[in-house]
């Protein structure tokens, strides 16, 4: 079992109704019916929210998605709609808050992967498959597929693991045309944001992404894209000067609290029922640094 080490009390706002208490995010509803999503600077390890957070962290996911959304404005649209705090909201919510469209969301992670790593790399050494797709014999961990893939994932509950699944099980579960209108979006937009990450030196090796449908007034829809973007939280980044296949690589991300928790030094047994316990300074310092240091080398922008 895992889950929140202390699940946190939902601030209260005058005209929020609060839904719901993710990993990292809070969401609301306005009284116009939009959805307000404000990034905590909560992080999430071996399928725990910890105790400990990473100042910072919640802008660091805010203003990234941002930056990317409009990197990507003319391949689909998102679900942004102001970055005004809602009238009585707390300060610290500042940027970090984003109100949003609200949308009849896709319950199926969408997934695009570039490397081999993590489960997908576990899937292929049993099967040399991904996802049902298969892959030339060879791989290692960290090695460049011949071609991005769409390998899906079910949508798992806080304390559970994502599970990957078949392209057939998400037409089955969603339709055909959605299938691959989602297949086609997701490729799209990594090689786009792969492309661009390249340019600064960072391998982008997967990265997952959310979506839902907006309804017109004539009933039609269209796809959004939703929640955080190439963020990494979502995505795996790579230095590509160190990039190096056949073992794990050097990532802008929260590995240093995934080592720490899987040393000695915490005396934390993962197998065990016991919550991972609260992070010593010098990690919580380096975890920031590196989500900083991720902002400025994709944006080019400092993030004082």
């Excluded at 079910?154 to 989602?182: F, Q």
Aim: with cysteine.
């Amino acid at each position: 079992m895992s889950g929140f080490v202390e699940k946190p009390e939902p601030v209260q706002v005058p005209g929020l109704t609060h839904l719901h208490t993710g990993k990292v995010r809070d969401l609301y509803r306005n009284e116009a019916g939009d959805l307000v999503m404000v990034a905590s600077d909560r992080i999430s390890a071996f399928d725990w929210v910890l105790p400990t957070e990473i100042p910072d962290k919640g802008r660091v996911l805010t203003r990234l998605s941002l930056w990317w959304f409009d990197q990507l404005a003319d391949l689909v649209p998102n679900h942004v709609l102001s970055t005004e705090l809602p009238p009585g909201a707390p300060a610290d919510w500042e940027g970090r808050t984003l109100i949003c469209t609200s949308l009849r969301m896709v319950e199926v992670e969408c997934v695009a992967r570039g490397y081999l790593t993590g489960s997908g790399l576990v899937e292929y050494e049993a099967t040399r498959t991904v996802c049902g797709i298969g892959l030339p014999e060879g791989l290692v961990n960290g090695s460049e597929l011949p071609g991005a893939i769409f390998t899906p994932a079910t949508k798992a509950a806080v304390g559970e693991h994502d599970e990957n699944v078949s392209y057939e099980d998400v037409a089955r579960e969603v339709g055909v045309e959605t299938a691959a209108l989602l297949r086609q979006t997701t490729l799209d937009v990594y090689r786009r944001a792969r492309d661009i990450a390249h340019q600064r030196g960072i391998i982008l090796a997967d990265t997952k992404f959310e979506f839902g449908f907006e309804t017109a007034e004539d009933g039609t829809e269209r796809l959004i894209i939703a929640d955080e973007v190439l963020t990494p939280d979502s995505s795996r980044f790579w230095p590509a000067a160190t990039w190096e296949p056949g073992r794990a690589q050097p990532s802008y991300d929260k590995q240093f609290v995934r080592d720490w928790l899987t040393s000695p030094a915490s005396g934390w047994d993962r197998a065990s029922e016991t919550p991972p316990p609260a992070l010593p300074q010098e990690i919580v310092d380096a975890t920031r640094a590196k989500y900083i240091e991720a902002f400025e080398v994709l944006t080019g922008t400092n993030w004082a």
